[in-house]
Nanobody, 123 residues
Framework: QVQLVESGGGLVQAGGSLRLSCAASGRTSSYYAMGWFRQAPGMQREFVATISASGSSTRYTDSVKGRFTISRDNAKNTVYLQMNSLEPEDTAVYYC????????????????WGRGTQVTVSS
């Protein structure tokens, strides 16, 4: 059983930065691969970034490569998404997810989800 709570969203101008945090509860949280997904109004949920349980492997969607960085601190049961050079197209609700299996770009394989945090980028 894992509970996830996102924080750090907000309103920022294009070119600015935000750092999202996802706090995970549970004794076995360090065994989970983690992912960040986002969903804009009227759009399908989109993969953003994922990280393996150890933190040694990561993947990103093409549109955020070079701008976003996913990381984790298992001692704090927290995963982060550092977002730099934000663009209006990044505006969405960002969701943290945990997967008992390996890290994945597919939302359907994740077992637990947070409620999301809003990120709005103005131009």
């Amino acid at each position: 059983q894992v509970q996830l709570v996102e924080s750090g969203g907000g309103l920022v101008q294009a070119g600015g930065s935000l750092r999202l945090s996802c706090a995970a509860s549970g004794r076995t949280s360090s065994y989970y691969a983690m992912g960040w997904f986002r969903q804009a109004p009227g759009m399908q949920r989109e993969f953003v970034a994922t990280i393996s349980a150890s933190g040694s492997s990561t993947r990103y969607t093409d549109s955020v490569k070079g701008r976003f960085t996913i990381s984790r601190d298992n001692a704090k049961n927290t995963v982060y998404l550092q977002m730099n050079s934000l663009e209006p197209e990044d505006t969405a609700v960002y969701y943290c997810a945990a997967n008992w299996g390996g890290y994945s770009t597919s939302a359907g394989v994740y077992d637990y989800w947070g409620r999301g945090t809003q990120v709005t980028v103005s131009s």
